[in-house]
C-alpha cells in the first residue's frame, strides 16, 4: 500500500501545480456558466449537421473501443486510458440520446440501449482499466 502512494505521490510531483488550479478555476467557472445556459438556452432548437455530429461521435467511439480491445488482445498498456475513454464516451452517449430523443418511441428506445447497452459496456470499460491499474 505504501509504494502505491509514493508511486502517487511520484506521478503527481511530474504534473505542474498551476494545472489543478487551472482546472479547479474551470469547474468555479462552469457553476455560473451552466446556471446561465439552463436559464437562458431554448427549450427547442434546430440543428445544421446534426447527422454529422452525431455519427462522428459514434466514430470516434468505434475508435476508442476498437484501441481499448486490441490493448486487451495485444498491448494491456493502452488498455486503461482507452478503456477510460470509451467508458466516458458511452455514458455521454446515453445521455444525449435519452436528453435528444424527439418524441416517446425514441426515448424508449434511447432508455433501452442506454440501460440495456451503452451502461453495462461503460461500467465494463472501467471494471477492465480498474482492474488493469491495479495489477500493474
Same mark, same amino acid.
Given at each position: 500500500?505504501?509504494?502505491?502512494?509514493s508511486a502517487?505521490?511520484?506521478?503527481?510531483?511530474?504534473?505542474?501545480?498551476w494545472a489543478?488550479?487551472?482546472?479547479?478555476? +474551470?469547474?468555479?467557472?462552469?457553476?455560473?456558466?451552466?446556471?446561465?445556459?439552463?436559464?437562458?438556452?431554448?427549450?427547442?432548437?434546430?440543428?445544421?449537421?446534426?447527422?454529422?455530429?452525431?455519427?462522428?461521435?459514434?466514430?470516434?467511439?468505434?475508435?476508442?473501443?476498437?484501441?481499448?480491445?486490441?490493448?486487451?488482445? /495485444?498491448?494491456?498498456?493502452?488498455?486503461?486510458?482507452?478503456?477510460?475513454?470509451?467508458?466516458?464516451?458511452?455514458?455521454?452517449?446515453? *445521455?444525449?440520446?435519452? +436528453?435528444?430523443?424527439?418524441d416517446d418511441?425514441?426515448? *424508449?428506445?434511447?432508455?433501452?440501449?442506454?440501460?440495456?447497452?451503452?451502461?453495462?459496456?461503460? !461500467? !465494463?470499460?472501467?471494471?477492465?482499466?480498474? /482492474? !488493469? /491499474?491495479?495489477?500493474?
Amino acid at each position: 500500500m505504501g509504494a502505491m502512494a509514493s508511486a502517487t505521490h511520484a506521478d503527481a510531483a511530474l504534473i505542474p501545480s498551476w494545472a489543478a488550479r487551472l482546472l479547479l478555476l +474551470t469547474v468555479v467557472a462552469l457553476v455560473p456558466w451552466t446556471l446561465w445556459l439552463f436559464v437562458n438556452l431554448p427549450r427547442r432548437h434546430v440543428v445544421h449537421h446534426w447527422d454529422l455530429a452525431w455519427t462522428g461521435f459514434d466514430v470516434v467511439l468505434a475508435i476508442t473501443l476498437g484501441i481499448a480491445a486490441y490493448g486487451v488482445a /495485444r498491448r494491456p498498456r493502452i488498455v486503461p486510458t482507452a478503456a477510460t475513454v470509451g467508458g466516458t464516451l458511452l455514458v455521454c452517449d446515453a *445521455w444525449f440520446d435519452t +436528453t435528444t430523443a424527439g418524441d416517446d418511441a425514441q426515448l *424508449w428506445v434511447a432508455l433501452l440501449l442506454a440501460f440495456g447497452v451503452e451502461i453495462p459496456l461503460a !461500467l !465494463l470499460c472501467v471494471w477492465i482499466a480498474r /482492474r !488493469l /491499474r491495479t495489477s500493474g
